[in-house]
């Protein structure tokens, strides 16, 4: 299974973005699709998530302000960022997940925001 994350780029902090993450396989088997970001230094974390039903969370940092989605049809998980701030610069990842435990990673894709 392959994930190809694109969409990131450099923007001026409140200006959006809306980075997308291709799937080579259906989506529709995974029970949960999800966004991670890393900045530098930092760990790892979930910004937000997508189950086959449909039912998204988000961490405290972007609720209100990103909104994840999937689109069977097309394979493909999307987070529209909007409002972004400095500290949203990091390089996101796209995540596929099976129960009990298979998962799979894109290679990520770079956000900076920055004046």
């Known amino acids: 299974v392959q994930l190809q994350a694109s969409g990131g780029g450099l923007v001026r902090p409140g200006r959006s973005l809306r980075p997308s993450c291709v799937v080579s396989?259906?989506?529709?088997?995974?029970?949960?699709m999800a966004w991670y970001r890393q900045a530098p230094g930092d760990a790892r974390n979930t910004v937000a998530t997508?189950?086959?039903?449909?039912?998204?969370n988000y961490a405290n940092s972007v609720k209100g302000r990103f909104t994840i989605s999937r689109d069977n049809s097309k394979n493909t998980v999307s987070l529209q960022m909007n409002s972004l701030k400095p500290e949203d610069t990091a390089v996101y990842y796209c995540?596929?997940?099976?129960?009990?435990?298979?998962?799979?990673w894109g290679q990520g894709t770079l956000v900076t925001v920055s004046s």
């Open positions: 396989e259906s989506i529709a088997s995974f029970d949960v």
């Open positions: 997508i189950t086959s039903g449909g039912s998204a």
């Open positions: 995540n596929a997940f099976s129960k009990p435990s298979t998962t799979y």
